[in-house]
């Protein structure tokens, strides 16, 4: 058994801010002698920096994650009496938009190897009713986008990428939210690519949608006090644009020091007994928002707490499935209807991921999981 070390964060961002603090202090107060606080020059940097960085011709940042989608959505006018397909094993956030543009949120199983949408499932979902796809990029691993392209063209759908978890992952030589009709990032400061708050944005190759979602954004203003639809205030703070701008640069770099570490737990975790680990799809590769183990379920919380006791901070996301929440008891979802999602929140742990999570720290975690397992 290893010696226990300083007790373990399951992320950590303030390595992070201490490393680049200069930089990120420098540009603040920048902003703050500008006068120039919503919008302007830092947030239009941020979006030209973004949309080149993705590969797209549009990028337009705003509020947060939830509202890049919700923006999304009602830019290509989804709403009552529409249906939209995404994946029930994620942050109520992707379904929650849904519902709030007026739409249903029809769950589909999720696949067992990659955590994200099964799309073997995708097309006995689809009814006259469905307009879209909300494809969640889980943990940073990136669905089979061909393969979903092919099937949203066939039935002429709209996919909305969500990217809160991958900003930076690929599929084939492309970058996740340049893929489908829309990208959707979240700027939450434990993303890849997070800022001191929160913030968010929305990418597409479509002048004509990143134009509505422009002015819904800004309370649906085509012209100042001009008023062509009902909008809402999703404006990005100018303080959060510029920070991007600076952690953009180093967003490569992070998500290679990610990847290592995912390579150095999967080397040594996967001949472990009784431990599954993610497995990223041939053609795709990852960025490990999460490094996520499947458990027996009648260990995990045992588990979790010895793992705690020994230094060792993990989480738990999601411990319970969309499709059974309360507030989608209208649906009318049994239990064992999506069964690979549900026996899924019963068994992942996600483990310490962080790109400062240091050799020694990762042996630590390692060990005591080692131990645990006795």
């Known amino acids: 058994m290893i010696q226990s070390l300083n007790s373990i964060p399951a992320f950590d961002i303030k390595q992070q801010y201490t490393a680049i603090q200069e930089e990120i202090s420098a540009a603040v ?11 302007g020059p830092a947030v239009a940097g941020l979006e030209q920096q973004l949309a080149a960085y993705i590969g797209v011709n549009e990028c337009i940042a705003c509020n947060s994650g939830t509202d890049a ?11 009552v009496g529409d ?8 942050f109520i956030a992707t379904s929650e938009v849904i519902s709030a543009v ?16 099964d799309l073997q499932q995708v097309g006995a979902a689809i009814t006259p009713q469905t307009k879209a796809i909300i494809p969640v990029h889980l943990f940073g691993q990136p669905v089979n986008m061909t393969e979903l392209m092919n099937i949203a063209t066939t039935h002429n759908l709209v996919v909305i990428e969500d990217c809160a978890q991958s900003t930076g992952a690929t599929w084939g030589e492309n970058r996740v939210g340049s893929i489908g009709h829309v990208g959707c990032f979240s700027f939450y400061p434990t993303k890849n690519l997070g800022g001191c708050g929160d913030g968010g944005a ?10 509505k979602v422009r002015m819904l954004k800004n309370h649906g203003q085509s012209n100042r006090y001009h008023y062509a639809e009902i909008g809402v ?16 640069r180093y967003l490569d770099t992070w998500n290679q020091q990610r990847q290592a570490i995912a390579f150095r737990y999967a080397e040594f975790l996967s001949q472990l007994p009784h431990i599954i680990t993610p497995q990223e799809l041939p053609g795709g590769k990852g960025v490990w928002n999460q490094y996520t183990i499947r458990v027996l379920p009648e260990k995990r919380d045992g588990i979790r707490e010895e793992l705690k006791a020994r230094g060792v901070n993990t989480m738990v996301y999601y411990p319970h499935p969309l499709h059974l929440q309360p507030v989608y008891q209208n649906l009318g979802y049994q239990p064992g209807q999506l069964p690979v999602a549900e026996a899924t929140c019963d068994r992942v742990l996600s483990l310490p991921m962080f790109p400062e999570l240091s050799p020694e720290q990762q042996q630590q975690v390692i060990y005591s999981l080692k131990d645990c397992l006795v």
């Open 83 to 90: 249906e939209v397909i995404t994946t029930p094993f994620t």
């Open 69 to 79: 989608l919700y923006l999304a959505l009602r830019a290509y006018g989804i709403g």
């Open 202 to 211: 929305i990418t597409t190759n479509n002048a004509e949608i990143a134009a």
């Open 102 to 117: 007026g739409a249903k949120p029809v769950f589909v199983d999720i696949d067992t190897t990659t955590f994200n949408l």
């Open 233 to 248: 205030n999703s404006r990005l703070d100018a303080i959060q644009g510029a920070i991007l701008q600076i952690k953009l």
């Open 29 to 39: 107060l920048e902003v703050l002698a500008s006068g120039g606080y919503i919008g």
